[in-house]
């Protein structure tokens, strides 16, 4: 059985590489980005299933990045990572064609639980 590919963009290379190891372990294929240029130079190498996608990559807009994702790859999932809870951005990012996204950290714990349950619940469908 192939495991699900999944490409994580981020600027901040500490939750790559947490993301990457905690995805890795629940037996998940995973990349790692941290700007648009590298994003996208993977999903078209690459093909990955599910990308997490930081809103907010430095000077680059995720939700650019999403949208170019998705006019490119609609049947790509993208799941939206965010630090806090923008109901704007959230919107733009929905509309844009997200499928979901998650907090970065609630309530003092990291998302990694949420991440997962959010991966699983996509890879179950494919």
């Given at each position: ?44 190498k690459e093909h990955p299933e599910i990308v997490l996608l ?48 998650v907090l970065k950290f609630s309530e003092g714990s990291f ?16």
């Amino acid at each position: 059985m192939n495991k699900t590919k999944i490409l994580i963009v981020d600027d901040e290379e500490d939750i790559l590489k947490l993301l990457s190891m905690y995805l890795t372990r629940k037996n998940y294929y995973c990349l790692t980005a941290k700007n648009q240029a590298e994003a996208m130079e993977l999903i078209e190498k690459e093909h990955p299933e599910i990308v997490l996608l930081d809103i907010f990559l430095g000077n680059e807009s995720g939700i650019d990045i999403l949208c170019k994702i998705k006019k490119m790859h609609s049947d790509i999932k993208v799941i939206m990572l965010t630090v806090m809870q923008d109901e704007t951005n959230i919107i733009k990012a929905k509309s844009c064609g997200a499928d979901d996204y998650v907090l970065k950290f609630s309530e003092g714990s990291f998302m990694s639980e949420e991440v997962l349950r959010r991966i699983s619940h996509f890879s179950a469908k494919q």
